[in-house]
């Protein structure tokens, strides 16, 4: 058993497809096998089953699958620091949504990159809160910027602020000049529906069924900017967390923010895999973020 045999099992279990992961490797299907058959012949079982579309890890390769991928990421990010501590400067790795960094970093990132300006930062795009929790997972990611939800094996969660929900309504529709909604006032709004899949929309529609309000909806976004945009061209009602800088409530422009504070707000934030184990500069830009975040929403107050 080899640190390359578990590297590329961990990567079959995720992928559920040993050519998918011969492609990414640029080697041969048969040699990502030749990895699988040595793991089993240690272990003495199977860990793979096959099936039409792919394959699925057996019980005992889930367990192997949990055990080897935390300590793959664990080595990995020991490595970084070594290499870090030998050579200097570093890289701070994070993934999230496709307009965080405009709505939640943006302020951070440019005096992180005025204090260490020998530090690297990469961003990764993902279009939800699951799909960080994969990639802060699977690959060498320092920190992942997320809908706090419900507890995920392996990963430390740690929210930073909470957003309440506004109304995104054109100026000239008749919920434009309340001062406030109750959930009840959404009963009629032809709602532009938050994003698939996304942890926003899960807890949007736990709150609605909470409050016994149904609303109609012909109109989905793949982010919160353009479910903003729609409700400002008179195409539906926007249920969106208010973010960090926005004026709420309303604005001077062709678009009003009415809050709705009945609805439980929306918690976001940082998820590593041990905080413990995040290199200095990680440490550093992940407080910074928090920082700015809280000054600008104590600004809005």
């Given at each position: 058993m080899?640190?390359?045999?578990?590297?590329?099992?961990?990567?079959?279990?995720?992928?559920?497809?040993?050519?998918?992961?011969?492609?990414?490797?640029?080697?041969?299907?048969?040699?990502?096998?030749?990895?699988?058959?040595?793991l089993?012949?240690?272990?003495?079982?199977?860990?793979?089953?096959r099936?039409?579309?792919?394959?699925v890890?057996?019980?005992?390769?889930?367990?192997?699958?949990?055990?080897?991928?935390?300590?793959?990421?664990?080595?990995?990010?020991?490595?970084?620091?070594?290499?870090?501590?030998?050579?200097?400067?570093?890289?701070v790795?994070?993934?999230?949504?496709?307009?965080?960094?405009?709505?939640f970093?943006?302020?951070?990132?440019?005096?992180?990159?005025?204090?260490?300006p020998?530090v690297?930062?990469?961003?990764?795009?993902?279009?939800?809160?699951?799909?960080?929790?994969?990639?802060?997972?699977?690959?060498?990611?320092?920190?992942?910027?997320?809908t706090?939800?419900?507890?995920v094996?392996?990963?430390?969660?740690?929210?930073?602020?909470?957003?309440?929900?506004?109304?995104?309504?054109?100026?000239?529709?008749?919920?434009?000049?309340?001062?406030?909604l109750?959930?009840?006032?959404?009963?009629?709004i032809?709602?532009?529906r938050?994003?698939?899949?996304?942890a926003?929309?899960?807890?949007?529609?736990?709150?609605?069924?909470?409050?016994?309000?149904?609303?109609?909806?012909?109109?989905s976004?793949?982010?919160?900017?353009?479910?903003l945009?729609l409700?400002?061209?008179?195409?539906?009602?926007?249920?969106?967390?208010?973010?960090?800088?926005?004026?709420?409530?309303?604005?001077d422009?062709?678009?009003?923010?009415v809050p709705?504070?009945a609805?439980?707000?929306?918690?976001?934030?940082?998820?590593?895999?041990?905080?413990?184990?995040?290199?200095?500069?990680?440490?550093?830009?992940?407080?910074?973020?928090?920082?700015?975040?809280?000054?600008?929403?104590?600004?809005?107050?």
């Open positions: 080899t640190l390359d045999d578990l590297r590329v099992f961990v990567a079959v279990c995720r992928a559920g497809s040993l050519s998918a992961v011969a492609r990414d490797l640029g080697c041969t299907q048969s040699a990502v096998s030749q990895h699988v058959r040595r089993e012949k240690q272990t003495g079982t199977g860990l793979l089953e099936h039409a579309r792919g394959v890890p057996t019980e005992a390769g889930r367990i192997l699958q949990a055990a080897a991928a935390d300590g793959i990421a664990g080595l990995d990010g020991a490595l970084r620091r070594v290499d870090e501590l030998v050579h200097g400067g570093g890289t790795r994070v993934t999230t949504g496709a307009t965080t960094v405009r709505h970093m943006s302020e951070a990132v440019v005096t992180f990159r005025r204090n260490h020998e690297s930062l990469e961003f990764q795009t993902e279009n939800s809160s699951r799909n960080c929790f994969d990639a802060l997972a699977a690959d060498d990611l320092d920190l992942a910027w997320i706090i939800g419900s507890p094996r392996g990963i430390e969660q740690r929210p930073v602020m909470r957003l309440p929900w506004v109304l995104a309504v054109g100026a000239d529709d008749p919920l434009a000049a309340r001062a406030r109750d959930p009840a006032d959404l009963a009629g032809r709602h532009i938050l994003p698939e899949n996304s926003s929309r899960a807890h949007l529609d736990a709150a609605f069924a909470e409050a016994g309000i149904r609303v109609s909806s012909d109109t976004v793949a982010d919160w900017d353009t479910a945009l409700a400002e061209l008179g195409l539906g009602h926007a249920v969106v967390p208010a973010l960090p800088g926005w004026q709420v409530p309303g604005s422009g062709p678009l009003r923010l709705i504070p609805l439980p707000p929306l918690a976001v934030g940082w998820a590593v895999r041990r905080w413990a184990a995040l290199a200095p500069p990680a440490l550093v830009f992940a407080d910074e973020v928090a920082r700015s975040c809280r000054a600008r929403a104590a600004g809005q107050q």
